[in-house]
C-alpha cells in the first residue's frame, strides 16, 4: 500500500463526486472576487490558487446556531406548575474540509485546547470536530500580509492536518499526517505519490523561503512597559474603525455570545460569534464598560492572542499569521507590524526614527 498518494487534475471533479457520496465535501470555491468553502457540487468552480476570503472555521464553529430549543408545558391539574422540555439536535454528518490552508488547519488546534481539551469539553465543537476530516493545500507563495512562519508555521505545515496536499503541474501530491489521512489515499482515483514526492518537497521549500519574518526579536519576549502604556495604543490604534472584520475573517478567534430567543411559550437558545473589538463585548448590565475605547479593546485583541493564551498554554501563540486581518482590514491596520513594536522590532511609533535613520530615544 502506497504511503502517499497523487491524484490527477483530470480525476478530481470525480474523486470529489465519490468523497460526497459518504460525507459533506467542503472545497474552496470561486463566487465573484471572493473565495469561500461550500458543499462540492459539479457546478462549482474550484479555486485552489489562492486562500479562501473566510477560513473554514464557519464549517466547525458556525457563525450562529442554535444549541437547543425549549418548550414551556403547563401542568393541566396544577396551573401553577409548568415543566420544560429541552430539545437538542447533535446529529451531524461526516464532513471532508478540502483545500483549507496549513494556517487554517493550526487555528483548530488553538480552538481544540480551549473547547476539547478541558473538564468540560464543548460537545457541540467536539462533536463536529471528531467527524471531520481536514486536508489542506500547501501554499505556492505568501499572500499580502502572511507571516506564518514567524509564529511557528509553514506553507507546508502539517499541524491540523489529517492530510496535505501539493499543487504540481498535472496533478496533486497528497501526504497523510493522521489515520484519517491515510483513508483519503485509499480512495478511488488516487494513484501511487511516490514518484511525485521530490518535487512536492522542492515545492514546498521554495515556497517557505518566500516568507520574511516581521519580528527580528524572540516572540517569547515583549516590552511589559510598552504594551501596558496607553499612549502606544492610542497611537498604533488610532485609524481602526471598530468593524470587527479583523475577528470574524481570524482562523482563531472564538468569542460567542448566547441569547435566547423566545415566542410566548418556545424559543431556542443561539450562539452568535461575537468580537472582542465591539463595544457591548464587554458591556455591563449597569451601563459601566471594562473597556470602553477602541486601543483598550486591540490591547485585549492582541494581548490574548501574543500574551495570555501563551500564558495558559504553555507558549503557544493564538495567532497562525494568516494575514487575513492585515489584508481585509479598511484602515490598514498591521498586527505584525504592531507586535513587531512589541518585540523590539522597527521603529517604535512613539520615538519615530532619528535624523540618521536609526531608532530615536
Not at 478541558?118 to 486536508?135: A, F, G, L, Q
Not at 518535487?199 to 519574518?213: G, P, S, Y
Not at 479583523?246 to 443561539?270: H, M, S, W
Not at 481585509?328 to 512589541?342: F, H, R
Amino acid at each position: 500500500m502506497a504511503q502517499v498518494g497523487y491524484l490527477p487534475k483530470e480525476k478530481e471533479k470525480a474523486f470529489f463526486e465519490t468523497l460526497s457520496k459518504n460525507a459533506l465535501v467542503y472545497v474552496p470555491c470561486l463566487e465573484g472576487d471572493t473565495v469561500i468553502f461550500r458543499p462540492f457540487s459539479p457546478e462549482r468552480t474550484l479555486c485552489f490558487e489562492r486562500s479562501a476570503n473566510i477560513p473554514p472555521k464557519t464549517i466547525i464553529f458556525p457563525q450562529s446556531e442554535t444549541l437547543f430549543s425549549f418548550d414551556y408545558k403547563k401542568n393541566a391539574d396544577d396551573p401553577q406548575k409548568t415543566a420544560i422540555k429541552l430539545e437538542t439536535n447533535q446529529e451531524y454528518p461526516d464532513v471532508i474540509i478540502f483545500g483549507a490552508r496549513p494556517c487554517d488547519a493550526k487555528g483548530f488546534k488553538i480552538f481544540d485546547r480551549v473547547f476539547m481539551d478541558t473538564d468540560t469539553p464543548d460537545t457541540y465543537y467536539k462533536d463536529r470536530r471528531e467527524k471531520t476530516v481536514i486536508v489542506t493545500i500547501s501554499c505556492e507563495s505568501p499572500s499580502a500580509g502572511c507571516f506564518c512562519t514567524a509564529v511557528g508555521g509553514g506553507p507546508a505545515d502539517k499541524e491540523g492536518s489529517d492530510a496535505i496536499i501539493t499543487e504540481l503541474e498535472k496533478g496533486y501530491f497528497i501526504e497523510p499526517v493522521t489515520e484519517k489521512g491515510k483513508a483519503i489515499i485509499k480512495e478511488p482515483f488516487i494513484e501511487d505519490g511516490s514518484p511525485y514526492q521530490k518535487e512536492a518537497v522542492e515545492r514546498q521549500k521554495a515556497a517557505n523561503d518566500m516568507l520574511k519574518n516581521p519580528f527580528s526579536t524572540d516572540l517569547t519576549k515583549i516590552s511589559p512597559s510598552l504594551f501596558n502604556s496607553d499612549e502606544f495604543w492610542e497611537q498604533v490604534v488610532s485609524k481602526c474603525i471598530s468593524c470587527g472584520a479583523c475577528t470574524y475573517l481570524c482562523p482563531t478567534c472564538y468569542c460567542f455570545n448566547i441569547t435566547d430567543e423566545q415566542a410566548v411559550n418556545k424559543g431556542e437558545r443561539i450562539r452568535s460569534w461575537d468580537a472582542c473589538m465591539f463595544f457591548h463585548y464587554t458591556l455591563e448590565a449597569s451601563g459601566h464598560n471594562p473597556r470602553p475605547t477602541k486601543f483598550q479593546r486591540f490591547k485585549n485583541r492582541v494581548g490574548h492572542k501574543f500574551v495570555y493564551y501563551p500564558e495558559k498554554y504553555n507558549g503557544v501563540i493564538a495567532c497562525c499569521g494568516c494575514g487575513r486581518c492585515i489584508r481585509y482590514c479598511p484602515v490598514s491596520v498591521d498586527i505584525s507590524e504592531i507586535v513587531g513594536y512589541l518585540r523590539g522590532s522597527g521603529i517604535e511609533p512613539l520615538k519615530g526614527p532619528s535624523k540618521d535613520g536609526a531608532n530615536a530615544g
